[in-house]
């Protein structure tokens, strides 16, 4: 038996630095208690001891580029207001007017110059300070002493990517990211623009969207149509803080596929996106993976474009990197995925997952995003329109491509057995290794803190 899901033949022979397996880490074998996926009073201190103390991934630079531009963040019982400042520095304002409470913004994103309260007028600059309220002369001078801007928590960028935290004793982001962020800055984030964002609100616990994308071991089961070009035994590794990262491997079988070497109708689509003719094409599916890379690596030559710092694994596979505590960045070198599970407000049978694909569009013949992706013809790829966020409710189909579509089927089904008492608790296999570490370092900031 294999345990290691380091050693299995993804890359095994690559001496590229981006593909070196980062030291072990054993998380143990213990069978936690199922009541994290549906307990209300679990849910509440997820709230206060993880989401309210750690830096969360809010979305990408390119919607906030240029002063005045802002993005709406929306987590929890919590609205936040990401904007980019007149020196280009970032600021994160509560969404609520120090007045009445009331909400400053409603839209999604936006650009202005500062942002006025739609009940009273109240206003404020873009750094949060008050800059105007209504009939000044009819409070008293007592009551305006009160702080009366916005109230603001801790931004910072890093990988092209704005992180806010509601504490004031978190770590640097730099550090926090640690050893996956310089591996994320190879993919140049910062030059992406968002192509699709969707947001689409599922009947599960947030951690059973975050335990569905961490692993590859239920392909075979519910997405049958990738088995010919996508493979389960992917190179996964941990990393301090939470993090980790797998090398899903496209263009290569999985192993419960029957015919691991004839050019099946998966592996064909995947050389001919690469610029191969599949008809021509006289290796293996075995072989086809390192063809590929080599076609990919030889048309970015041909277009002038640099691939010379990536590794194969990186041109060829869905390289994936979980960002604790709750998101997930699929990266590719001309787009990348981005993941969010937000827990519900109230409930912890419901979660909001929010997808956003980014594209650094090059106007060369051949060059695109991944196939995979399912961009279609209808999708701007130019950057010169924003796409508007597509929300769709509870047992709606979230429109998020085949395979995220069949998982928001099944997610409900899965929180409805987490919720008998027949259920005892997952039992994790080395497949599902970064699930029991995202868990591990979920319970660490779960655990009551001395003093």
Request: net charge negative.
């Amino acid at each position: 038996m294999n345990y290691d899901p380091r050693g299995w033949a993804v890359h095994k022979d690559s001496k590229h630095p981006f593909d070196t397996p980062a030291p072990a880490i054993d998380n143990g074998s213990a069978r936690p208690d199922p009541a994290r996926y549906t307990d209300p009073t679990i849910a509440r201190e997820e709230w206060e001891k993880v989401f309210t103390k750690t830096w969360l991934m809010v979305g990408p630079v390119s919607d906030v580029r240029e002063p005045g531009d802002w993005m709406r963040y929306d987590i929890g019982v919590e609205s936040f207001i990401i904007v980019r400042k007149a020196d280009g520095g970032l600021a994160a304002h509560y969404n609520v007017c120090p007045h009445r409470g009331s909400r400053l913004v409603t839209d999604d994103f936006g650009s202005q110059n500062s942002f006025a309260c739609p009940f009273h007028s109240w206003k404020f600059d873009l750094d949060g300070t008050n800059i105007e309220v209504t009939d000044r002369d009819t409070f008293r001078p007592e009551v305006l002493c009160h702080d009366t801007s916005l109230s603001s928590v801790k931004v910072d960028e890093a990988a092209g990517l704005v992180f806010i935290s509601m504490s004031d004793d978190v770590p640097p982001l730099r550090e926090y990211l640690g050893e996956i962020l310089p591996m994320l800055e190879t993919y140049e984030i910062d030059q992406m623009y968002v192509v699709q964002h969707r947001r689409s609100d599922w009947a599960a616990n947030w951690k059973g969207g975050v335990d569905a994308t961490y692993e590859s071991y239920h392909l075979h089961a519910i997405h049958p149509q990738t088995m010919g070009m996508l493979d389960d035994r992917t190179h996964i590794d941990l990393y301090e803080n939470g993090m980790s990262r797998q090398f899903v491997p496209f263009g290569q079988p999985n192993s419960h596929f029957p015919d691991q070497e004839g050019i099946n109708p998966g592996i064909a689509l995947m050389l001919k996106d690469a610029g191969l003719d599949p008809d021509t094409f006289e290796g293996s599916a075995r072989e086809s993976r390192s063809a590929i890379a080599m076609a990919k690596r030889e048309r970015a030559r041909q277009l002038g474009i640099d691939y010379e710092r990536f590794s194969d694994a990186q041109l060829t596979d869905s390289t994936i990197f979980g960002i604790f505590p709750n998101a997930q960045v699929g990266c590719h070198p001309e787009a990348v995925f981005l993941h969010r599970f937000k827990p519900h407000a109230d409930d912890p049978n419901q979660f909001t997952y929010d997808t956003t694909i980014l594209y650094r569009h090059i106007d060369v013949p051949g060059y695109g995003a991944p196939l995979w992706m399912g961009l279609g013809d209808e999708v701007d790829l130019s950057g010169e329109t924003r796409p508007d966020v597509v929300h769709t409710g509870l047992g709606e189909p979230p429109g998020m491509g085949e395979v995220l579509d069949q998982d928001s089927d099944l997610l409900p089904i899965v929180q409805a057995g987490a919720r008998s008492r027949g259920f005892r608790g997952p039992l994790w296999g080395e497949q599902e290794a970064r699930l029991r570490h995202f868990h591990t370092h979920l319970d660490r900031w779960m655990e009551p803190k001395e003093g």
